[in-house]
């Protein structure tokens, strides 16, 4: 049956996920333990503050992000087809990935090098020397990155769409094969113990990683196995659930269940991958015990975070339409924004927090100030939303 309903809950969570990048790449440049395989250097300014908030937010945004990427996928696919939703998804994804490449992505790249060489050596320069350059290709050629691999930066997830649209067809007739036996998939889906079944296969999807995160392997250009088979079982999921939607209400009725087990997990999964990182030598154990961890982490984080916005934002309002109208715009610009902020703010004394906030907040009223006067209205909103905008300011 065709779903004309408009989900504005799962739209403005859609739209925070890719905003939230704003916190997670300004909190990158203050922590006191970058993750293993990710050799950035940091501001002297650091605090344990951005170490908590780099594996909470990393442990659920981009899983619920593809989650809902193969939710909406389904509605385009059930509306368009599968040719019309490849012909829409080239006009949204793959064009718009096209012109940041060459456009956002040098921004990108210079902001972040700019930090990275002045925090590593103690400067305030823009441009790296070569010799510079090579001490840092080896420091993190050592830490076990790939040498000499083109980078995506912030770009990779939408890379990794364009590689999971090609299972629609896959998606899509396996559904209709199973169709005659929607209400038993129905409720093994609604029920609260399904939460075990995607906890151990995001467990096994999980395995090749260190400490049972995901912090290296996906910006490259080479397409990393393991990151697209572990992102893509959620794209997966959320076309599946998209399918069995009554799946949606156990979201709402179990959501104090999943408050509580997020709030238990989650200090368990920073201990597990610490101790997995410290350890001298990893054993099955000790990795077995990160992997685990984080993946029930991670789905009863997506469990939660959708029962709230299906609960209590499922409605419209200006506030609403604005995040999702100009997430994309805000997610795609943001980075060289913050990188920049952060490079600015490096000779400063100050405390890591208060850094911190003043580039957050900066990168959100340039994002925003940018998107209302100069995007919402022109060519680069038609190419990233299919239509130009006219919103007054959501408070107005």
Not at 103 to 121: E, H, K, M, Q
Not at 160 to 170: D, E, G, K, Q, V
Not at 248 to 266: A, N, Q, T
């Amino acid at each position: 049956m065709e779903d004309n309903r408009r989900y504005y809950s799962l739209d403005a969570l859609r739209g925070i996920m890719m905003m939230l990048g704003i916190v997670l790449h300004g909190s990158q440049w203050y922590m006191t333990s970058p993750p293993g395989g990710v050799p950035i250097p940091t501001d002297p300014a650091t605090s344990p503050v951005f170490d908590v908030l780099m594996h909470f937010i990393h442990s659920f945004r981009m899983p619920l992000f593809f989650v809902l990427a193969g939710f909406f996928t389904s509605l385009l696919v059930d509306k368009r087809g599968i040719r019309g939703t490849y012909v829409n998804r080239s006009k949204r994804i793959l064009a718009p990935l096209s012109v940041s490449v060459f456009t956002i992505l040098p921004l990108t790249i210079l902001g972040a090098l700019a930090f990275i060489v002045s925090a590593r050596f103690g400067t305030h320069q823009v441009l790296p020397t070569e010799d510079q350059i090579k001490i840092i290709e080896q420091e993190m050629v050592a830490a076990g990155m790939p040498a000499g691999e083109p980078s995506l930066g912030h770009l990779w997830f939408l890379y990794y769409l364009l590689y999971f649209y090609l299972t629609i067809p896959l998606c899509h007739y396996g559904l209709k094969m199973v169709k005659g036996v929607q209400p038993g998939i129905d409720k093994c889906l609604a029920s609260p113990f399904f939460f075990l079944v995607l906890g151990a296969l995001t467990s096994a999807a999980l395995w090749p990683f260190r400490g049972g995160v995901l912090f290296e392997g996906f910006i490259f250009i080479k397409p990393h196995l393991p990151s697209l088979v572990y992102y893509g079982s959620f794209f997966v999921m959320g076309y599946i659930i998209h399918h069995h939607r009554t799946v949606l209400e156990s979201f709402v009725k179990y959501l104090p269940w999943f408050v509580v087990i997020s709030i238990v997990l989650f200090p368990l999964a920073m201990i597990t991958t610490a101790n997995e990182f410290e350890a001298g030598t990893v054993t099955d154990e000790i990795h077995g015990q990160a992997v685990l961890v984080n993946a029930f982490l991670t789905w009863s984080l997506i469990y939660m975070f959708m029962g709230l916005f299906l609960r209590f934002l499922d409605f419209a309002s200006p506030w609403i339409l604005y995040i999702s109208n100009s997430s994309y715009w805000v997610y795609l610009f943001h980075m060289p924004v913050i990188s920049i902020a952060a490079w600015i703010m490096l000779p400063f004394d100050l405390p890591a927090e208060l850094k911190f906030l003043i580039i957050a907040s900066g990168t959100t009223v340039v994002c925003f100030t940018s998107y209302h006067y100069l995007i919402q209205n022109s060519w680069v909103s038609d190419l990233l939303n299919g239509l130009k905008f006219k919103q007054p300011w959501p408070w107005r």
